[in-house]
């Protein structure tokens, strides 16, 4: 019997890759929960004429505790992918495309700024959106979660973290609401695995050696510090099977392509670090 996967914000782009390998993977029927009908057109789609026909595809808001629980009812696993988006401020734009007469008038450069827009805040998509679902799982005895987050979560004054900051302080805290939400799922019980990429590149995956590690340590080196999104949609994948990835917590990266061996071996991955990322010395 295929096992019934949830998969959250499938209409990004992180998300959308994990749903279309769920669908060509035997054994897995997965549900794919997005915000609008927009959303819904445009994953299908991406998924083409081969796949889209056979997409479950529901609609929903992941702060909306009825509509999760209708989507996760049955559910045998949960795949996180839904996140704040930031969008850029168009006026900033154009004040960076001055900077040559910005610079010609000893003007400091300026530099692009970002928002969320919609309503679509990091508090309430990343830290109350994410413990909707982590209670909806939990209600529908949810075999494993797998938390699609970020780099970054150690460091307070990461940039990610002024994004959408107002001048009194509030907003903004992406990976702060985020590392919230994970402790949540942590101590909720539920069996899960916190994956948490470096910069995600638009690249294609199977290609890479693949990298985990913990607690940001990969911020500091200068090569390994992103990932294809197709990578992190493949290890998320593979995630909902093994062993070696339950009630962990890990940072993920890759090398450069041609750099390595490519990884095929998603239990040695697993292996080859011990432990989980640790959360007694985070900031709250």
């Not at 539920?190 to 995600?200: D, F, K, M, N, Q």
Request: proline fraction near 5%; aromatic fraction near 6%.
């Amino acid at each position: 019997m295929a096992s019934k996967v949830v998969v959250t914000g499938a209409g990004g782009k992180t998300g959308s890759l994990v749903f279309k390998k769920l669908l060509e993977r035997p054994g897995y029927e997965p549900v794919g929960l997005v915000r609008t009908e927009k959303s819904a057109k445009k994953l299908r789609k991406f998924l083409g004429a081969d796949l889209a026909p056979s997409a479950q595809i529901a609609l929903g808001n992941v702060n909306d505790a009825a509509a999760l629980d209708g989507v996760m009812a049955g559910a045998d696993a949960v795949v996180l992918c839904s996140s704040a988006t930031p969008k850029i401020r168009l006026l900033s734009l154009l004040l960076v495309l001055l900077n040559p007469l910005r610079k010609l008038l000893r003007l400091a450069p300026a530099r692009p700024s970002f928002t969320f827009g919609g309503g679509g805040i990091p508090e309430k998509v990343d830290w109350l959106g994410a413990k909707e679902q982590v209670d909806s799982a939990k209600r529908a005895c949810v075999k494993k979660f797998v938390f699609v987050s970020s780099m970054g979560g150690t460091q307070p004054d990461n940039f990610l973290n002024t994004i959408g900051r107002k001048k009194d302080g509030t907003g903004g805290d992406i990976l702060l609401w985020k590392r919230k939400a994970e402790e949540y799922l942590i101590e909720s019980g539920v069996p899960y695995t916190i994956l948490h990429p470096g910069g995600l590149l638009d690249q294609p995956g199977g290609k890479r050696e693949l990298l985990l590690g913990k607690d940001d340590a990969f911020l500091a080196t200068q090569d390994t510090r992103s990932v294809p999104r197709e990578d992190v949609a493949e290890v998320c994948v593979q995630a909902l099977s093994l062993d070696e990835a339950t009630n962990r917590s890990l940072d993920l990266v890759s090398r450069k392509e041609g750099e390595g061996a490519v990884t095929t071996d998603f239990a040695e991955l697993f292996r080859s670090v011990e432990g989980t990322c640790n959360y007694t010395a985070m900031p709250r």
